[in-house]
């Protein structure tokens, strides 16, 4: 069974940072692109970053230079480290395994606020 948990969502004032975790089980982590995606408040889901199984990186371009995704196939995990954040990156994140319609867990709630 296919299963992703989020973690290290919460409140941070404006130029914060948050590492975001995701730990999945249930397939082999090491051959699926895995995706950040998130839904801000009253918001279609949007996509922030993925990285595929040889390492290459793709970020959103209001994201690019501030959020550093990374993997540790060890681990079976996928992190997003956010750095100098902002209020409109409030949202609750979602990682997402394989493609933009695949397995996703239930998200981790990020609030960028004073």
């Known amino acids: 069974q296919v299963q992703l948990v989020e973690s290290g969502g919460g409140l941070v004032q404006p130029g914060g940072s948050l590492r975001l975790s995701c730990v999945t089980s249930?397939?082999?982590?090491?051959?699926?692109?895995m995706y950040w995606f998130r839904q801000a408040p009253g918001k279609g889901l949007e996509w922030v970053s993925y990285i595929t199984t040889g390492g290459n990186l793709y970020y959103q371009d209001s994201v690019k230079g501030r959020f550093t995704i990374s993997r540790d196939n060890d681990k079976n995990t996928v992190y997003l480290q956010m750095n100098a954040l902002k209020s409109e990156d409030t949202a609750v994140y979602y990682c997402?395994?394989?493609?933009?319609?695949?397995?996703r867990g239930k998200g981790t709630l990020v609030t960028v606020s004073s």
């Open positions: 249930g397939f082999t982590f090491r051959k699926c692109r």
């Open positions: 997402v395994k394989d493609n933009p319609s695949g397995p």
